[in-house]
């Protein structure tokens, strides 16, 4: 750099910083912008981290369209509509916190949008609104909006017709999508229903069910009719990740563009099978729709058989006692808890009272019956001990992960039952030894 | 989070034949026994024939000691105040019994250079054949896919976890074989190949084996011809036995039949088989 640009740039963030009421000195500044530099960072960003470095979001933030919007850590000043914006709670420090993140669009693209230390709750989806001063960062190669404290945000009465953009947006198999991921994705619509929910006091339509590619089945959410049927065949590009409890869902949002296409595409019959997995395979994943997974019941876990439930907030009564509502009349079920083993990983799974029922062969009148006769309560799990344990077993279900690592939700569950003489033959058939 | 250890399935042999223990200082952390196939494992899930139980504690706070016997050797169980659940459960078991066990690994070393392998029951349920069955092909299936992570680790100049796992070997087996092939050096495969077989024909063999004993018969006469004293080689009688042309498949499933039967016992595995006299007639 030159030494007359140098003075020049070393002047103006002193000048900058002393109408802060910051005294500085020239030639601390001067090696601290060189450290920049010699950093490979650019004059404009090496200026920037100074004055934020002392507390100062620059003023001057440049006006600019959504699209135009590069990937330069700048100070940007945007008008657009809130595509999307949603709020998460996060511990930090051992302190709660709620960050709010969305989207926001004008006619030339899109934008996600995070903070962390400003209240949004006023926002809602739909609103247009002029965001002054927010930072813009890079994000796996993308740009995001970073609202900040010094970030001003006015409501505006203009309107914009959102042009979504692409350039976030990764083609992507089912099985391959994360949280707030944007993804380009064809599937087959396995299963869809109209759902009417209450938006902050609007009553909307939305569609949900279950679409599927030959990777994965995934659950998705169409925030307005596009039309979709049972057994179509869908391209959707810009869909928006959104994740329960690390299961990854489909957004469709009002302003995508969502084509159905006839291609050879695996068959609804073929998708909905569903697919067997190894467990090693799943336990990289925050979560699953509707897997199914063969291995060995190598442990039924404390707690399993027949449970009383506290009937104000379900949770299991000790010696019938909630230990939020005290002493109750607890209201009976079964429940599985048990882990799955099938050499490749282990997994916890949790068997509700239906298949449970499914398990014992007899009902939970039944069980209480028996429970009642014998006046031991604990008989019921060590019938399930007998039937489960070291076991196999083809469980399928809905994959979940919380801080306590991955369940399995069960829905459905049998006994494996193949003849291993069978097998014998077909492998020393198939191997050759 | 604590990651849950998954349940490995192996043959008796080849549990046997480990001597890598993997500890580490660090509290409440993992042993590892490492197989000459690279099963690195802390749990394991077995299926046999529950042959001996022995109580040397008291009815109240039974001590344990059991032993398995699986289609290639024996496990040996046993439990202690720890599992104590597995104690009552194995002394309530009739003895012999197909049983299958959950159980983690322990090792002790009673001298220098000897090495015994133990499993500490979490779990003991009796089971039925067909049980048995599926846990011999499952394991026969686990085993062959070890033997081909160790065969592409012996390829390898310098086996890492990290280069096995780039071609396409699961993480679960990559530790363990690069580790096996730097402990065990040259794994002789082709043994575990025979094992692999002589399984899957144990599960046919209650089936299929009809000429059982005009079989049994002549390869006890190859035995008598062979034997050194009660010492078998394996090298003599598998040339005896072809140039009688029986098949390499069928001497091996009547040895293991006599195996079983305790008239034979390898003396040195995979070498030396010897003739027990006082049962042999």
Request: charged residues 35%; aromatic residues 6%; glycine residues 8%.
């Amino acid at each position: 750099m030159e030494k007359e640009e140098l003075a020049l740039r070393i002047e103006k963030i002193r000048r900058a910083l002393e109408k802060e009421g910051i005294e500085t000195d020239e030639e601390a500044l001067k090696k601290d912008f060189q450290k920049y530099l010699d950093f490979d960072i650019s004059p404009d960003e090496a200026e920037l981290r100074i004055l934020r470095k002392h507390g100062i979001m620059p003023r001057d933030a440049a006006r600019k369209k959504i699209g135009e919007i590069g990937i330069e850590p700048i100070s940007v000043t945007v008008s657009g509509k809130i595509v999307s914006i949603n709020s998460a709670v996060s511990t930090v420090d051992g302190e709660e916190r709620k960050r709010y993140y969305g989207i926001i669009g004008d006619d030339t693209g899109t934008i996600p949008f995070g903070a962390w230390n400003t209240d949004l709750s006023n926002l809602s989806k739909g609103d247009s609104v002029e965001i002054e001063s927010a930072f813009v960062r890079e994000w796996n190669g993308n740009p995001q909006l970073r609202i900040t404290k010094k970030t001003r945000i006015g409501k505006t009465e203009e309107d914009f017709d959102v042009k979504f953009s692409q350039r976030a947006s990764r083609e992507a198999n089912l099985a391959d999508i994360s949280e707030r991921d944007r993804v380009s994705i064809k599937a087959r619509i396995l299963s869809i229903e109209e759902r009417e929910i209450t938006v902050r006091g609007e009553s909307k339509t939305i569609y949900s069910g279950i679409m599927a590619d030959e990777s994965a089945k995934v659950q998705f959410t169409a925030w307005k009719d596009f039309g979709l049927k049972t057994g179509d065949i869908i391209s959707a590009d810009g869909a928006y990740v959104r994740s329960w409890k690390g299961v990854p869902q489909i957004n469709l949002d009002e302003g995508m563009t969502i084509e159905k296409i006839e291609e050879d595409f695996p068959t609804m019959e073929e998708l909905d099978a569903g697919k067997t997995m190894k467990i090693e395979d799943a336990e990289n994943k925050t979560g699953m729709t509707d897997v199914i997974f063969e291995g060995t019941a190598i442990q039924i876990r404390n707690g399993s058989g027949l449970i009383f439930r506290c009937p104000n907030c379900r949770r299991v009564l000790q010696d019938g006692v909630c230990q939020v509502h005290g002493e109750v009349e607890g209201v009976p079920d079964l429940r599985i808890k048990a882990v799955i083993d099938d050499g490749t990983g282990a997994i916890n799974t949790i068997i509700g009272k239906a298949l449970t029922e499914k398990v014992l062969d007899k009902d939970i009148k039944k069980c209480l019956k028996e429970v009642r006769a014998k006046m031991d309560k604990g008989i019921i799990g060590k019938q399930i001990e007998s039937v489960l344990e070291a076991m196999p077993v083809r469980i399928r279900g809905n994959l979940v992960s919380d801080d306590n690592g991955h369940t399995l939700i069960a829905t459905d569950i049998e006994m494996v039952k193949d003849d291993p003489a069978e097998r014998a033959r077909h492998l020393i058939e198939e191997w050759g030894v | 989070m604590m990651k849950r250890e998954l349940a490995w399935r192996i043959f008796a042999e080849e549990y046997a034949a480990s001597t890598l223990v993997e500890t580490s200082e660090e509290e409440k952390s993992p042993t590892y026994v490492i197989s000459p196939l690279g099963a690195r494992m802390n749990r394991l899930f077995v299926v046999g024939t529950l042959v001996e139980v022995m109580n040397y504690g008291s009815d109240e706070e039974p001590i344990v000691k059991a032993v398995m016997a699986d289609p290639t050797g024996h496990f040996y169980l046993n439990t202690g105040q720890y599992n104590q659940e597995a104690g009552f459960s194995l002394l309530r078991t009739d003895v012999p019994n197909f049983v299958a066990v959950v159980g983690k690994v322990h090792v002790y070393e009673p001298e220098p250079g000897v090495l015994r392998r133990y499993i500490r029951p979490e779990l003991v349920k009796t089971v039925d054949e067909s049980m048995r069955n599926r846990w011999i092909v499952d394991t026969v299936e686990f085993t062959k896919e070890r033997i081909e992570a160790v065969k592409e680790a012996l390829a390898l100049e310098q086996p890492s976890p990290e280069t096995l796992i780039s071609l396409g070997i699961p993480k679960r087996l990559a530790i363990g074989a690069a580790k096996a092939v730097e402990h065990y050096g040259d794994v002789n495969i082709n043994r575990y190949w025979s094992t692999i077989s002589e399984a899957l024909r144990y599960v046919l063999s209650e089936k299929e084996d009809e000429t059982g004993e005009d079989a049994e018969m002549e390869v006890r006469e190859i035995l008598e011809a062979v034997a050194k004293g009660d010492d078998v080689y394996w090298k003599d009688l598998r040339e005896a036995a072809k140039e009688r042309g029986i098949k390499e498949s069928l001497l091996e499933s009547e040895i293991d039949r006599l195996i079983r039967q305790g008239v034979l016992y390898e003396r040195k595995i995979g070498e030396v088989l010897r003739i027990d006299r006082e049962d042999w007639n």
